[in-house]
């Protein structure tokens, strides 16, 4: 049986949410053929838990040798990985077809060449990305969730505002899944000349460690702090226009607390995994009580969700600011709720001191190099909190006390994180406690 043949592949594709785990059953929601390819829904069962994935499939007796690794068994295989067929999806795009349950669309005014070839990114972990040419990235949901995908809501609103600092976005294809309008994939403007962030942060951290020992970060050839301030520029330009572009509200103080109270919890099952968490926790608590003084209401809007350094490009010409989906393993309804825009300064500053510590994790010199580590983080924190204000982000005495507990939050999870993930890594969170 198909089903039976998917679960066995399932279990090794780098996208399944469910590793370790034994499924327990396998269903096909929906089979809906397409020209060229098989688009599928499956339920996958485990534990008790339901998630859904979406597959194409494509048939051949004869697999080419660049498309081996993408077999499934019995003449079936990954059609993602195959361009000869994937152009379909461009093709269904930009003529508005429904295939069944399958909705392609496209962007009101956009033009989409249906003529590129496809190639696969191969970095991600939870979906997967097909490049086409130079001019589009398709980026598809394997694990679904039932409604809009916030990244689709959020940059066809600031594309219509004429937003500088997205990409643009050309089209999407979507289903209904529990009587819900569902994403399955959003296609945008792919940037071939551009720069990660996390690069360019690190290419700057290496110059500094090989530089003179007295040489001050503002000093080293590498200086991010230019950079640093033109993103926080950016990043309050893209506040204000999705302050623009969706509703706002202020949480009163109230509100507040219980979020901190979550924070609070957090940091007690952070510490009870991780001791070494432990005597950094008064320092925490300290933290947390200062917000939960504050006295005022405080604004909350759409934001990113997920903001750090790996979200964000530097083209020729600006910063552009990708992803906006939001953290994937969270529900929607949490994704699109309102939250302080401190919360993706917190993400980011805290991506600032990840791309000066991570280089001296196996470092000869960590020890000796800890000092400028620190005055790299600091110099470009600051350089970024500038460009923010100066592109009109609020930073009041308030807001400070805020984004401190928005940051020690953040660690506390990070201490969590790697801990289970990655021990190695453990150093650069618990860092975050000693400034």
């Given at each position: 049986?198909?089903?039976?043949?998917?679960?066995?592949?399932?279990?090794?594709?780098?996208w399944?949410?469910?590793?370790?785990?034994?499924?327990?059953?396998?269903?096909?929601?929906?089979?809906?053929?397409?020209?060229?390819?098989?688009?599928?829904?499956?339920?996958?069962?485990?534990?008790?838990?339901?998630?859904?994935?979406?597959?194409?499939?494509?048939?051949?007796?004869h697999?080419?040798?660049?498309?081996?690794?993408?077999?499934?068994?019995?003449?079936?295989?990954?059609?993602?990985?195959?361009?000869?067929?994937?152009?379909?999806?461009?093709?269904?795009?930009?003529?508005?077809?429904?295939?069944?349950?399958?909705?392609?669309?496209?962007?009101?005014?956009?033009?989409?060449?249906?003529?590129?070839?496809?190639?696969?990114?191969?970095?991600?972990?939870?979906?997967?990305?097909?490049?086409?040419?130079?001019?589009?990235?398709?980026?598809?949901?394997?694990?679904?969730?039932?409604?809009?995908?916030?990244?689709?809501?959020?940059?066809?609103?600031?594309?219509?505002?004429?937003?500088?600092?997205?990409?643009?976005?050309?089209?999407?294809?979507?289903?209904?899944?529990?009587?819900?309008?569902?994403?399955?994939?959003?296609?945008?403007?792919?940037?071939?000349?551009?720069?990660?962030?996390?690069?360019?942060?690190?290419?700057?951290?290496?110059?500094?460690?090989?530089?003179?020992?007295?040489?001050?970060?503002?000093?080293?050839?590498?200086d991010?702090?230019?950079?640093?301030?033109?993103?926080?520029?950016?990043?309050?330009?893209?506040?204000?226009?999705?302050?623009?572009?969706?509703?706002?509200?202020?949480?009163?103080?109230?509100?507040?607390?219980?979020?901190?109270?979550?924070?609070?919890?957090?940091?007690?099952?952070v510490?009870?995994?991780?001791?070494?968490?432990?005597?950094?926790?008064?320092?925490?608590?300290?933290?947390?009580?200062?917000?939960?003084?504050?006295?005022?209401?405080?604004?909350?809007?759409?934001?990113?969700?997920d903001?750090?350094?790996?979200?964000?490009?530097?083209?020729?010409?600006?910063?552009?600011?990708?992803d906006?989906?939001?953290?994937?393993?969270?529900?929607?309804?949490?994704?699109?709720?309102?939250?302080?825009?401190?919360?993706?300064?917190?993400?980011?500053?805290?991506?600032?001191?990840?791309?000066?510590?991570?280089l001296?994790?196996?470092?000869?010199?960590?020890?000796?190099?800890?000092?400028?580590?620190?005055?790299?983080?600091?110099?470009?924190?600051?350089?970024?909190?500038?460009?923010?204000?100066?592109?009109?982000?609020?930073?009041?005495?308030?807001?400070?006390?805020?984004?401190?507990?928005?940051?020690?939050?953040?660690?506390?999870?990070?201490?969590?994180?790697?801990?289970?993930?990655?021990?190695?890594?453990?150093?650069?969170p618990?860092?975050?406690?000693?400034?």
């Amino acid at each position: 049986m198909l089903e039976d043949t998917l679960a066995s592949w399932i279990t090794h594709q780098r996208w399944f949410a469910g590793k370790g785990r034994p499924i327990d059953t396998l269903r096909i929601e929906s089979d809906t053929s397409l020209p060229g390819l098989r688009h599928l829904v499956i339920a996958v069962q485990q534990s008790g838990v339901t998630d859904r994935y979406q597959l194409l499939l494509g048939h051949s007796d004869h697999l080419p040798d660049r498309l081996r690794h993408a077999h499934i068994a019995d003449g079936l295989y990954d059609a993602l990985h195959d361009f000869e067929v994937t152009g379909v999806l461009l093709e269904l795009m930009a003529s508005g077809t429904t295939f069944g349950p399958i909705r392609f669309r496209h962007l009101p005014g956009t033009a989409i060449d249906t003529s590129l070839r496809s190639l696969v990114l191969g970095a991600e972990q939870s979906n997967t990305s097909l490049v086409y040419g130079e001019a589009y990235i398709c980026k598809l949901f394997r694990r679904l969730i039932p409604g809009t995908n916030p990244e689709l809501e959020i940059v066809s609103a600031l594309a219509a505002r004429g937003a500088k600092h997205i990409a643009q976005p050309y089209g999407w294809i979507e289903t209904d899944l529990d009587d819900q309008p569902t994403t399955l994939a959003i296609m945008q403007e792919f940037l071939p000349t551009a720069n990660d962030g996390w690069d360019l942060a690190l290419a700057s951290v290496r110059d500094l460690y090989g530089a003179m020992p007295d040489m001050a970060a503002a000093e080293a050839g590498g200086d991010f702090s230019a950079e640093a301030c033109r993103l926080g520029l950016a990043t309050a330009e893209v506040h204000r226009e999705l302050a623009e572009a969706f509703p706002t509200d202020v949480v009163e103080p109230p509100e507040v607390k219980r979020m901190v109270e979550a924070f609070r919890r957090n940091l007690e099952r952070v510490v009870a995994e991780v001791p070494e968490l432990a005597p950094h926790a008064p320092v925490v608590e300290a933290a947390f009580h200062r917000v939960e003084e504050v006295t005022g209401a405080v604004p909350v809007q759409r934001v990113h969700g997920d903001y750090h350094l790996g979200q964000v490009m530097r083209t020729t010409t600006d910063w552009i600011i990708l992803d906006f989906e939001g953290e994937p393993g969270q529900p929607l309804a949490e994704r699109r709720a309102l939250a302080s825009p401190l919360r993706d300064v917190a993400g980011m500053l805290r991506s600032f001191d990840y791309a000066a510590r991570h280089l001296l994790l196996d470092h000869s010199r960590a020890e000796e190099l800890e000092e400028r580590a620190a005055g790299w983080t600091a110099h470009n924190r600051e350089a970024f909190l500038d460009g923010y204000v100066r592109g009109g982000g609020s930073f009041t005495e308030t807001d400070a006390a805020l984004l401190q507990a928005l940051e020690y939050g953040k660690a506390v999870y990070e201490v969590g994180y790697e801990s289970r993930n990655r021990p190695g890594w453990l150093p650069i969170p618990l860092a975050a406690f000693t400034r």
